[in-house]
Structures are given as C-alpha cells and as structure tokens.
T-cell receptor, first 114, second 111 residues
Framework: DGGITQSPKYLFRKEGQNVTLSCEQNLNHDAMYWYRQDPGQGLRLIYYSQIVNDFQKGDIAEGYSVSREKKESFPLTVTSAQKNPTAFYLC?????????????FGPGTRLTVL | EDQVTQSPEALRLQEGESSSLNCSYTVSGLRGLFWYRQDPGKGPEFLFTLYSAGEEKEKERLKATLTKKESFLHITAPKPEDSATYLCAVGVSGGYNKLIFGAGTRLAVHP
C-alpha cells in the first residue's frame, strides 16, 4: 500500500523541550511539505522540500526545523523557540510525473504542550 | 494579496437535501483549485483538481465546478457519511506549488 505515514499520532511536550515529528512516504514523490492546522484557520505552510538535501521556509517557519536526508523521509522538529506549538501537524507529498500539482496528506500528528 | 474564503463556515442538512459549498478566491496566478475532505482527527483526503473556468468534475454525490472567481462543491442527495469538513485550496503560480487553503466548511448530514 502506497501512502504517507506520520508518527506519533499524539504527542505531548513539556515547556522548553524539542520534539520531532516523523513523516515517511513510499509514493516515490520528490516534494514534501509540512503544514500546521489550527481551529478555524486554513492550513499554513511551515517548510517544504522539492528534492533531497534541499528545503525552504514556508510562511510560518519560526521555531521549527527540518531535514531531508532521504527521499522518503521529512522529519519536523518543533523547538522550544516555537511560542504556541499546540496544533495539528500535517505532512504532504507531491509527485513529479502524471498529476504533478496535487498534494497528498498523511494522517497527522496532534501536538499538545503541557 | 492571495486569499481563499469558504462559505458557509458550517452547514447542517437533512439526508437527501442537496446543497452547495462555496470557495471564492483572489490569486495572482491560479495553478489549480483543489477540494479535499477531512474527517475529524484525520488528514485531508483529495477529491478534485480543477484548472479552467467551466471545468466540472464528479465523484459519487459530489460535483465540483469552477469559474474565474469561485468554485462550488455541489452535494446531491447527501447521506450521513458525507459529514466532514470540506477544504478548498488554490495553487499559486511559482516555484514550489504553493497552496493557499480556506478555513473549510463543516458539513453535518442528519438522517
């Protein structure tokens, strides 16, 4: 089954801690994205990567970091510098053959700061 | 400024009562309009992509249409299992296929 997996499904963080959210895809997609979803707002782009070993800041990158060492993986670290990290985090990927504009999403990780 | 607005915020329908959801947009260069369905606590599920004014796509009880300024998602004879939040996003011309999302319409279909 091809798809995108995110783990964990739920994550709790204490003040001052860094946490890392996992995103893996076996769709052979080159591009990957991280979004944040808050109640009553549209999804907002945190970071994106169009190719291995390259990534760019999105609209709300402050307090977050990413890496893209493998095509299949795009982990997101939420650092202690992120002032309001409680949210639902979504990873997406996009292919570069066939329908190249559509982003497909993973199941999400809900992060709660205690 | 690129912007996407969805209306209504919430919609309650009786089973079998057809209706439409609206997505209006202002973007500098449209590269596709996308509809997704999102169930509570889950990631968005892709439904449709539309590119040109006048284009229509259908899937079961859903039909999406596109004009130069807005898109409609028509739901014909909805069933309770159609209850979800429907997200609209527009693709913006540029280097990385940026999507701008609306806040969504929460649809509840009651038996």
């Amino acid at each position: 089954d091809g798809g995108i997996t995110q783990s964990p499904k739920y994550l709790f963080r204490k003040e001052g801690q860094n946490v890392t959210l996992s995103c893996e895809q076996n769709l052979n997609h080159d591009a990957m994205y991280w979004y944040r979803q808050d109640p009553g707002q549209g999804l907002r782009l945190i970071y994106y990567s169009q190719i291995v070993n390259d990534f760019q800041k999105g609209d709300i990158a402050e307090g977050y970091s990413v890496s893209r060492e493998k095509k299949e993986s795009f982990p997101l670290t939420v650092t202690s510098a992120q002032k309001n990290p409680t949210a639902f985090y979504l990873c997406a990927s996009r292919g570069t053959s066939g329908n190249t504009d559509t982003q497909y999403f993973g199941p999400g990780t809900r992060l709660t700061v205690l | 400024e690129d912007q996407v607005t969805q209306s209504p915020e919430a919609l309650r329908l009786q089973e079998g009562e057809s209706s439409s959801l609206n997505c209006s947009y202002t973007v500098s260069g449209l590269r596709g309009l996308f509809w997704y369905r999102q169930d509570p606590g889950k990631g968005p599920e892709f439904l449709f992509t539309l590119y040109s004014a006048g284009e229509e796509k259908e899937k079961e009880r859903l039909k999406a249409t596109l004009t130069k300024k807005e898109s409609f998602l028509h739901i014909t004879a909805p069933k309770p299992e159609d209850s979800a939040t429907y997200l609209c996003a527009v693709g913006v011309s540029g280097g990385y296929n940026k999507l701008i999302f609306g806040a969504g319409t929460r649809l509840a279909v009651h038996p």
